[in-house]
């Protein structure tokens, strides 16, 4: 299976901040997603990373707030652009090895 | 869009005791994946079913695809402390998207 590591694992960021969340994974995987669980919450997804074109975004999510980068099939980055608050989440990169899905182990922000 | 209806919301068990927890969906799909989420970690996969009727172990782990391609149980055995955290059921619909729809989550607390 995939082993997928992120940075940071936490941050806390001051309002109106932007933050870059990376995620590397072990082995080229075509499909990479980045997903946002809220406190309690279940996941949701944000975005497709599409490796050398744009992200494919959610409803309710856009790329001016989301830009997400794929460089290369083991490698993605995902900015969370002028933070309030209410972006305050664990978010996850996930990516699909054969028929299955692994999650990275998430990175926590809280936005102050 | 498509959702899973995750049941039950939470348990509160004994050390020993099964449990067993279900998804349940007005449309078909292709794909049930079982995942475990401990807290500050992102979720691990647990089990995962591609064919309607299949019964897989992963343990004191028992997961099954519905007949009717709507439903997944998963089902735990002789429950130990550590079974602790939130269980997701998560699927591919029919029609081809790699996308998963996830469940709302399991909260489990195993009492020592």
């Known amino acids: 299976s995939a082993v997928i590591s992120q940075k940071p694992s ?15 994974v072990d082995s080229q995987v075509t499909m990479m997603f980045w ?18 074109s744009e992200a494919t975004y959610e409803s309710g999510f856009v790329i001016d707030k989301f830009p997400i980068s794929r460089p290369n099939l083991t490698f993605s980055t995902l900015t969370v652009s002028n933070m ?6 664990i978010y996850l990169c996930s990516v699909v090895d054969g028929y299955e899905q692994y999650f990275g182990p998430g ?3 809280t936005v102050t | 869009g498509q959702q899973l ?3 039950p919301q939470s348990m509160f068990i004994q050390e020993g005791e099964d449990v067993s927890m279900n998804c349940t ?13 401990d807290p500050g970690e992102g ?17 004191r782990l028992t997961a099954q695809f519905g007949i009717t391609r709507k439903d997944s149980f998963l089902n735990i055995s002789a429950s130990i402390p550590s079974d602790v955290g939130i269980y997701f ?24």
Not at chain 1, 84 to 89: I, V
Not at chain 2, 89 to 112: D, H, I, Y
């Open chain 1, 107 to 109: 990175t926590r922000l």
């Open chain 2, 43 to 59: 979720p691990v996969l647990l089990i995962a079913l591609y064919k309607a009727g299949e019964l897989t172990s992963n343990g």
């Open chain 2, 25 to 37: 969906s007005s449309s078909i799909f292709n794909t049930w994946l079982w995942y475990k989420q």
């Open chain 1, 35 to 52: 997903y946002r669980q809220q406190p309690g919450q279940s996941l949701t997804l944000i975005a497709t990373a599409n490796q050398g």
């Open chain 1, 10 to 24: 936490r941050d806390i960021c001051q309002r109106g901040t932007s933050l870059t969340i990376q995620c590397q």
């Open chain 2, 89 to 112: 059921c998560a699927g591919r619909p029919q029609g081809g998207s790699e996308k998963l729809v996830f469940g709302k989550g399991t909260k489990l607390t195993v009492n020592p």
């Open chain 2, 5 to 7: 209806n995750q049941s």
């Open chain 1, 84 to 89: 309030s608050p209410e972006d305050s989440s």
